[in-house]
Nanobody, 125 residues
């Protein structure tokens, strides 16, 4: 079974920084695109940033120049460095990954998306 576990959220003042991590574990064959999403109260979940296995990235306009997404393929881990945080960045942040997992023996399933449980980020003075 594949799991994604986020960490690194918390309370920070405006202008501060946080670094989120997302570790994938389980019977993983390969991980393709990984991404961070966020959902603020009363709003739809939105894409924050995504990164391919080859490290091509894209960002939401609202976080460009402030957030940096990266990954360590050897550790199956995704990161999000968040700088110059604003109150409007307050949300639950979710990790998403497109993963091919082993099912039984040497059989590899088709890729599917997996989600982490989310980590709360609160930006407030």
């Amino acid at each position: 079974q594949v799991q994604l576990v986020e960490s690194g959220g918390g309370l920070v003042q405006p202008g501060g920084s946080l670094r989120l991590s997302c570790a994938a574990s389980g019977r993983i064959f390969s991980i393709n695109t990984m991404a961070w999403y966020r959902q603020a109260p009363g709003k739809q979940r939105e894409l924050v940033a995504a990164i391919t296995r080859g490290s091509s990235t894209n960002y939401a306009d609202s976080v460009k120049g402030r957030f940096t997404i990266s990954r360590d393929n050897a550790k199956n881990t995704l990161y999000l460095q968040m700088n110059s945080l604003k109150p409007e960045d307050t949300a639950v942040y979710y990790c998403n990954a497109d993963i091919r997992a082993y099912t039984s023996g040497a059989y590899v399933a088709a890729p599917r998306g997996y989600w982490g449980q989310g980590t709360q980020v609160t930006v407030s003075s």
